[in-house]
């Protein structure tokens, strides 16, 4: 399912309009009746719904939700919150009907706040289509003193957003004044960016996309670029297939090279992902000085333990590895690693000892690897890159604000500029691949704002990889799997209790659920 900004749901709407040769006024019409469907599903017959209507085609789309409703027979309000002669076209059109049918309407201009207020603290659901995509800069008086009652009387009320809340940007997620709070955001054709970055995700609740004759393939027609948001279906599709007579080697063999004397859990979760995702084997590469309680917590690894100073892998373990390089299908390096003195040189020189092998780099790697980055477009095999924001703003030299606030586009530059995969970690992580596609994954919440977390993501898109999975496939599904995985497994221990042990058991439930559906 695509991803669209305001500009590209403008071309998408005015193709159908002048293209295709479906009115704007039936697009609102199917528009309306499309959020009817929702909130009648949702709401007794007996709710009060109060519908606050702006004047552009968002308010527009408000009035065909508030005569729907009436003929439905809920107790509505229109409450119409500028200046009548202010409407114009399509919202004119349906205005006018509403207007014609005598249907209840209060004019915000003819009110005060106060009634205003009242009227919402009496309504079960109030239905918010006072500003769509159409949206400049911070909301203006008086609509921002509106939002900012509904807010506060919210509690106990559906607060359905048409859509998208008002407030907040569909091309950003920026939220520059007041924006409603959302419980819930049915939207047109497609969701927006805005849902998925910056202060979005807050605003929008649960959110679902409506179809209302608006093909969406015009995105194609008007070779629109946009990017796609992670879906089951997509997942399904993506995990590797397993043939019943494989052997271990069918499966694919991980490296993980991490750990440190500080470190110890961080390569264990990695390759525990990785063995209970379906690969066939998985070494791990640790510091000998940690080996014995690695081998005493992984029995089900094989372990290469390597020459260490203090507690981190050190030169000379680049030998031990180069010797055996060649085994593995797949190599996730950083875990737990920590900024092994002369880091920088350990990982120049173990970069040119890679052959075809993939590389998932993680952690401290990152940053180890963050002037190599010209290189690694290069090597022959497939190269992932999994940070976090801070590691990003390393990676980047500027700030976690700077990256947060631009995320989309820095995922878009990134991995085409440097020819590799990247995985943009966070709420609502963000793919994106040298040919400049991108995923947005909509999933996961803080039950995985875990020390771990991380980690068992590695060792599962590593195990993926080795599976023979296409790195933009790997990506898709881990991240999906792991951010379901802490859905599902905080249903069961809440939001506080996940651990990256119960991350990777609800991994392979999910794998489970995903391949038997
Ligand atoms: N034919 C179409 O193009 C369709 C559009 N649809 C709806 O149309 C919406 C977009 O409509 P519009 O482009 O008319 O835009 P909006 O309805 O979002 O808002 C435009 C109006 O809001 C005012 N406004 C903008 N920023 C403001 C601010 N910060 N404070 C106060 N007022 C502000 C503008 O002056 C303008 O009058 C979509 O979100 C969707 O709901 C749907 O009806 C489907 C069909
Ligand atoms: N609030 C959240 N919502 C969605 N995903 C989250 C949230 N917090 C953390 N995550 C996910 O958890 C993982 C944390 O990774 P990372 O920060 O590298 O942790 P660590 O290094 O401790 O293993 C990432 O995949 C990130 O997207
Ligand atoms: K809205």
Redesign the pocket.
């Known amino acids: 399912m695509y991803i669209a900004g305001q500009k590209e749901m403008q071309q998408m709407d005015h193709y159908t309009i002048n293209n295709l040769g479906l009115p704007g006024s039936v697009l609102m019409e199917n528009a309306g009746a499309k959020v009817v469907d929702e909130i009648k599903h949702e709401s007794p017959k007996q709710s009060k719904i109060l519908v606050l209507a702006g004047s552009g085609n968002n308010g527009g789309d408000g009035f065909v939700v508030a005569r729907r409703l009436f003929d439905l027979g809920y107790d509505v309000l229109l409450c119409l919150m500028v200046n009548p002669d202010r409407i114009k076209g399509d919202a004119k059109i349906h205005f006018d009907v509403y207007v014609n049918r005598k249907l209840p309407l209060l004019y915000f201009s003819e009110t005060s706040i106060d009634t205003l207020t009242y009227k919402i603290k009496q309504a079960d659901v109030i239905v918010d289509a006072i500003l769509g995509t159409g949206l400049h800069g911070p909301v203006r008086k008086p609509l921002n003193e509106v939002i900012s009652s509904v807010n506060e009387c919210a509690d106990d009320k559906m607060i359905v957003a048409v859509d998208i809340p008002s407030g907040v940007s569909g091309d950003t997620g920026k939220v520059e004044g007041e924006a409603i709070k959302a419980k819930k955001t049915i939207t047109f054709v497609c969701p927006k960016k805005g849902f998925f970055l910056n202060q979005g995700p807050e605003y929008i609740g649960d959110w679902k996309a409506v179809d209302i004759s608006v093909p969406i393939s015009n995105a194609e027609k008007l070779e629109l670029d946009l990017p796609s948001v992670i879906t089951k279906e997509l997942v399904k599709d993506s995990i590797p297939a397993r043939p019943a007579n494989g052997h271990k080697g069918t499966f694919g063999h991980v490296l993980v090279i991490g750990g440190s004397s500080s470190f110890i859990g961080?390569p264990i979760f990695t390759a525990k992902a990785a063995l209970h995702s379906g690969a066939g084997l998985v070494t791990l590469a640790i510091p000998e000085s940690i080996y014995p309680i690695v081998a005493s917590q992984n029995p089900e690894s094989l372990l290469m333990p390597l020459p260490d100073d203090h507690g981190y892998i050190n030169q000379s373990a680049i030998d031990r590895l180069s010797n055996q390089l060649e085994t593995f299908d797949t190599i996730a390096i950083g875990p737990g690693m920590g900024r092994i003195p002369n880091g920088e040189q350990w990982m120049a020189s173990f970069i040119r000892k890679l052959d075809n092998q993939q590389l998932v780099v993680?952690?401290d790697a990152l940053f180890l690897l963050r002037h190599h980055l010209d290189n690694m477009g290069n090597l022959k095999g497939n190269v992932v890159l999994t940070p976090?924001p801070g590691e990003m703003a390393r990676l980047l030299n500027t700030n976690v604000q700077e990256v947060e606030e631009s995320r989309l586009d820095i995922a878009a530059t990134f991995a085409p500029k440097y020819n590799l995969y990247l995985l943009l970690?966070?709420?609502?992580?963000i793919i994106s691949t040298p040919e400049n596609e991108i995923w947005i994954n909509p999933y996961?919440?803080?039950a995985?704002?875990?020390?771990?977390?991380?980690?068992v993501?590695t060792g599962l898109v590593a195990s993926l990889l080795a599976q023979e999975s296409k790195p933009q496939n790997a990506l898709i599904a881990a991240t999906y799997l792991?951010?379901k995985a802490?859905e599902t497994q905080a249903e069961k221990w809440s939001r506080h209790g996940v651990t990256p042990w119960e991350l990777i058991t609800g991994i392979k439930e999910e794998i489970n659920r995903i391949s038997g559906d």
């Open positions: 961080a993680d952690a976090h970690k966070g709420h609502r992580s996961g919440h803080d995985l704002s875990k020390g771990g977390s991380g980690d993501l792991h951010a802490g």
